[in-house]
């Protein structure tokens, strides 16, 4: 992205964007989606889009930059409370989010930078936690990069179909069925000698 501007006007725009580019990417294909497209539904000119992204898929990437911060800090405040997988936060942070940009980027095809650079950010933030846990025992025996591989994974697959069904369970109860079905194997793991 340009080198963002912080004026009221610019704001305006890169939400007029964001939110324009969200409801396009709801109705069709991100391939299918023109800059035309966005400007007409931001209702802005093509100079004023220019000054600020150089073309779709910068606005794409910034989407996606603004939402990984937010989900990172989520990642962190539980890393903070000394928990292994943040998948409670997480699964709120979706449910309560009333970003639509973020909404469809999650339900788009378009959202996979996002996806993997989450499952990136979850491993780094779980791998440490479960070090922490092994400690004082000896290696387990599954390598934990490896483990820490698969909690990220079976968590971002889980909260994909749980977006896709249209969040069907609240997430206190979602994050209940993650950690009944993910980590009892885990935990085993860990506790072997």
């Known amino acids: 992205m340009k080198q963002q501007k912080a004026d009221r006007r610019s704001q305006r725009t890169y939400r007029l964007v964001s939110s324009a580019f969200a409801e396009l990417m709801v109705e069709k294909p991100y391939d299918e989606i023109l800059v035309q497209d966005i400007l007409d539904r931001a209702d802005i000119g093509r100079t004023t889009f220019y000054a600020h992204y150089f073309d779709k898929e910068d606005v794409l990437n910034s989407i996606v930059e603004q939402e990984l911060e937010r989900l990172t800090r989520q990642i962190t405040h539980a890393a903070a ?63 934990l990069p490896v483990v820490s591989q698969y909690l990220a994974g079976a968590l971002l697959t889980l909260l994909k179909w749980w977006i896709a069904a249209d969040m069907p369970y609240p997430p206190e109860q979602i994050e209940s069925i993650f950690q009944q079905l993910a980590l009892p194997g885990v935990w085993a793991m860990l506790k072997e000698k």
């Open 81 to 143: 409370r000394q928990r292994v997988v943040p998948s409670l936060e997480l699964f709120e942070h979706v449910y309560h989010s009333q970003n639509q940009p973020f909404l469809a980027l999650m339900r788009s095809r378009a959202g996979e930078p996002l996806w993997e650079a989450l499952h990136t950010a979850l491993c780094q933030a779980i791998e440490p936690a479960l070090c922490t846990l092994c400690a004082k025992k000896r290696s387990p025996s599954i390598p």
